[in-house]
């Protein structure tokens, strides 16, 4: 089966300006997660989708970070605007249901803001 | 906050095991123990999971200790392409069932 897809796989951008990254999760599977990871840390949880509603977005920083999964599919996460500190790998994952056993990562967006 | 504590680096010989460890005295009953690696620029792969037995799968076996307060994860011969950074997670048993990821044991395995 094909895995999770993301796109871009890198970008660059100066700080203030916006960027969108797009992820197509594996058919069928329900959660959708966001996450970012900072150069030599684990990944963090942004944002965790059940179909296209929010279950956890306590970690999201809402003034310029926002997500959404329209149709309970495909997602975007949206940085606007970007700061430096924003510079990171942007994963995302899905998993068959919220209390699937495995989530499944995609290759990441390596963002880097100058 | 990440709830285990891992070494940041551990060297191998290849085709040799390897006993990777992870500390978690803070476990709750219902937690599940979950272990992801990931590869250089690649995102995270699931490898094991369990909650009180010891595990295995093709990829690895999993050890938990008596009092669940610790675990290992065994990868029985090492090759070149185990050298990855590896996650040990407490998955809560309900609720969003969320990952919190520490910063994992980076594993070099020598030819």
């Known amino acids: 089966e094909a895995g999770v897809a993301q796109s871009p796989r890198y970008k660059i951008i100066e700080k203030r300006q916006s960027v969108a990254f797009w992820c197509n999760p594996i058919s069928g599977h329900a959660t959708l997660y966001w996450y970012q990871q900072i150069l030599g840390q684990g990944p963090k949880l942004l944002i965790q989708f059940q179909n296209n509603g929010v279950v956890d977005d306590s970690q999201l920083p809402k003034d310029r970070f926002s997500a959404e999964r329209l149709k309970g599919v495909d997602s975007t996460l949206k940085i606007q605007p970007a700061k430096l500190e924003d510079s990171a790998v942007y994963l995302c994952?899905?998993?068959?249901?919220?209390?699937?056993?495995?989530?499944?990562f995609g290759p990441g967006t390596r963002l880097t803001v100058t | 906050d990440a709830k285990t504590t891992q070494p940041n680096s551990m060297e191998s010989n290849e085709e040799e095991p390897v006993h990777l460890p992870c500390n978690h005295s803070?476990?709750?009953?219902?937690?599940?123990i979950h272990w992801y690696r990931q590869l250089p620029s690649q995102g995270p792969e699931y490898v094991i999971h369990?909650?009180?037995s010891n595990v295995n799968n093709r990829m690895a076996s999993l050890a938990i200790a008596e009092d669940r307060k610790s675990s290992t994860l065994i990868l029985h011969r090492a090759t070149l392409r185990d050298a990855a950074v590896y996650y040990c997670i407490l998955r809560p048993r309900s609720g969003t069932y969320k990952y919190i990821f520490g910063t994992g044991t980076r594993l070099k395995v020598l030819a």
């Open positions: 803070t476990i709750s009953g219902t937690d599940y």
């Open positions: 369990g909650l009180t």
């Open positions: 994952a899905s998993s068959p249901q919220s209390a699937g056993n495995e989530q499944y």
